[in-house]
């Protein structure tokens, strides 16, 4: 059975940074692209960035550009998103999503990832 978890949310004052991590079992993490996506209070889930397997990063969301890195470990089977500079525009829950293939969409449409994880909140507030 395909199942992500993910894990490192919380509170974190306003320019602070967090590390979210992705943990994939029944299947190894580095076969496939891993997506993270993001639902703030009351907005839809919205599409942040797509990494390959071979590490090429799609971006999704502009306000991300330039604060976040994206990272797997191979041997915990897990990827990582660290994201700098928090603002609390980004406050809500971040999903990982995977999809299959080697090959990031060009569009962050939900239809083209299965399965997710439950989520873990992020809250940026001082």
């Known amino acids: 059975q395909l199942q992500l978890v993910e894990s490192g949310g919380g509170l974190v004052q306003p320019g602070g940074s967090l590390r979210l991590s992705c943990a994939a079992s029944?299947?190894?993490?580095?076969?496939?692209?891993i997506a993270w996506f993001r639902q703030a209070p009351g907005k839809e889930r919205e599409g942040v960035l797509c990494q390959t397997s071979s590490g090429y990063v799609t971006t999704y969301l502009d306000s991300f550009k330039a604060r976040f890195t994206v990272s797997r470990n191979n041997a915990k089977n897990t990827a990582d998103l660290q994201i700098y500079n928090l603002e609390p525009e980004d406050t809500g829950v971040y999903y990982c999503a995977l999809r299959a293939g080697t090959f990031c969409p060009a569009e962050p449409d939900m239809r083209f990832f299965s399965p997710w994880g439950q989520g873990t909140q992020v809250i940026v507030s001082s």
């Open positions: 029944g299947f190894t993490l580095d076969d496939y692209s």
